[in-house]
């Protein structure tokens, strides 16, 4: 259907969803953690802990929508960097249990722009090119380091559906458009200029 630039991709909000497979990490193998800085097969140091989630949304629904997982298999599953709207407030969570979540309105059938931003212990959200919620975490508490990623030992990203997870997030249910994952952490000059 129409997109913020071109077309976007319209979920039912009952089982529609996108998963993205992952190539065989860093490590060696799906489901392996590595340590930061550790070289993988191809010789390239793995940064885990540094990275952005962005897209654009649209959705007016008061249900608890999930809008992207990550499952790593060799724990049996799990939910990682889970993205909920729910009645019009985002919430998000990244691995170790670290939850927060910001202001309302996103439910209002107009087009927002989403950035997940992950930093050393930093992880914020941004919302239309601005602050929408962060946490900062110090590294006694496990919530930042080689670990805090997902990227580093994750086999599956689902857009579209946190079933199961946290948040009491289910399908997602509207339009998402132009996902973008980036290796890095982007600066707040870079996400204003991309919204």
């Known amino acids: 259907t129409s997109g913020v630039l071109g077309k976007a991709l319209s979920f039912d909000g009952v089982d529609d969803y996108v998963r993205v497979i992952f190539p065989s990490n860093e490590c060696g193998s799906k489901g392996t953690r590595c340590n930061e800085g550790t070289p993988g097969p191809t010789g390239r140091p793995y940064p885990p802990t540094k990275s952005t989630f962005v897209m654009w949304f649209k959705t007016g629904s008061t249900a608890n929508n999930g809008l992207q997982v990550i499952t790593g298999t060799s724990f049996g599953g799990g939910c990682d960097r889970v993205i909920?709207?729910?009645n019009g407030v985002g919430y998000f969570n990244i691995w170790r249990?670290?939850?927060?979540?910001?202001?309302?309105?996103?439910?209002?059938n107009q087009w927002h722009?989403?950035?997940?931003?992950f930093e050393d212990n930093r992880f914020a959200s941004y919302i239309d090119g601005n602050l929408y919620a962060q946490t900062i975490q110090g590294t006694s508490?496990?919530?930042?380091?080689?670990?805090?990623s997902g990227f580093n030992?994750?086999?599956?990203?689902?857009?579209?559906?946190?079933?199961?997870?946290?948040?009491s997030a289910y399908?997602?249910?509207g339009l998402i458009d132009e996902v973008r994952i980036y290796n890095r952490a982007l600066t707040e000059e870079e996400i204003k200029q991309l919204y």
């Open 97 to 108: 249990e670290v939850n927060f979540n910001g202001g309302s309105g996103l439910n209002d």
């Open 153 to 167: 030992w994750a086999d599956t990203y689902n857009i579209g559906t946190g079933s199961g997870c946290r948040f």
């Open 84 to 86: 909920a709207i729910n």
């Open 141 to 148: 508490n496990g919530a930042s380091g080689p670990y805090s």
């Open 171 to 173: 399908y997602f249910n």
């Open 113 to 117: 722009f989403l950035v997940f931003n």
